[in-house]
């Protein structure tokens, strides 16, 4: 959303480019290599190509992971 509001899409959005903030317990996107700016206009469009392709990233975390206590918790804050 943070990039959306000044009209960037980052374009790559895969599990190499999200870190973990340790303290916090906040997911960090990085790497804006292929992110390109667009027109308000285009705004709905790239909105729904990256959820899009958060919720494939979603389903393979899943995939690839067990719940535990502390995943858990993260997950009902």
């Given amino acids: ?3 959306h509001r000044v009209g960037v899409c980052h374009g790559d959005v895969y ?3 999200i870190r ?4 916090t317990h906040r997911a960090i996107l990085l790497d804006l290599g292929a992110a ?5 206009s285009a705004a709905p469009i790239m ?3 990256e ?3 958060l ?3 979603a389903q393979e975390v899943l995939e690839r992971t067990q719940p535990t206590p502390r995943t ?3 997950l009902q804050r």
């Fill in 36 to 40: 390109w700016r667009f027109p308000w």
């Fill in 51 to 53: 959820l899009r392709a």
């Fill in 1 to 3: 959303q943070q990039l």
């Fill in 72 to 74: 858990t918790q993260l």
């Fill in 15 to 17: 599990g190499h480019n």
């Fill in 55 to 57: 919720r494939v990233l």
């Fill in 47 to 49: 909105e729904s190509l």
């Fill in 20 to 23: 973990i903030n340790k303290r």
